[in-house]
């Protein structure tokens, strides 16, 4: 809850509602549909009633198994966040903020390395397509690839500092 901390706890409350596995529309065949982050998005809404919503998926989509090109993976955050940009809350009436975060790139390494062959190239391009979908939207956008690095002895994941760098990151667009 490092976004919860900066933001401290007396104005703002974050819900995170992360999953390892989840793509953006997409239903893994050896990971379960209920990893498909368009469906579970309508249920988060209605749950958590919030005033933005920080979207930061696509980096699962990158999985050889999907075949999908950057404007494809970009393609599927877009309908996320037209889910929550079409969503109108009970409680107000209203839709929530979008902040679309474009992941950073990957590197092939490590023991993620099978599973995302072939995708390093196209994880460098996810940020311009993700700027393209935020701009046609009218959210915000942020591009986590100007901030972090995944881990290169693993390819994926981001050790604490990153995680935090990214938290702080964050801060200007809330």
């Excluded at 469906?39 to 050889?64: C, R, W, Y």
Aim: charged residues 20%; glycine residues 10%.
């Amino acid at each position: 809850m490092l976004l919860q901390e900066a933001l401290g706890s007396d104005t703002y409350h974050v819900v995170e509602e992360g999953l390892p596995g989840r793509t953006t529309v997409w239903n893994d065949p050896f990971d379960g549909a209920t990893r498909n982050g368009v469906h579970f998005l309508p249920i988060a809404l209605e749950s958590h009633q919030p005033d933005m919503v920080i979207l930061l998926l696509g980096t699962n989509d990158l999985k050889s198994r999907f075949a999908l090109s950057a404007y494809d993976i970009s393609m599927g955050v877009k309908a996320c966040a037209e889910v929550v940009l079409t969503f109108q809350l009970s409680l107000t009436n209203k839709s929530p903020e979008v902040l679309l975060i474009a992941p950073p790139p990957i590197v092939e390494a490590g023991t993620e390395a099978g599973s995302f062959q072939g995708s390093q190239g196209k994880s460098r391009k996810i940020g311009l397509e993700y700027q393209k979908r935020a701009q046609e939207l009218g959210c915000k956008f942020l591009d986590a690839g100007r901030l972090v690095k995944s881990d290169p002895s693993e390819g994926i994941h981001w050790d604490s500092l990153q995680h935090r760098t990214l938290a702080e990151g964050v801060i200007p667009f809330i």
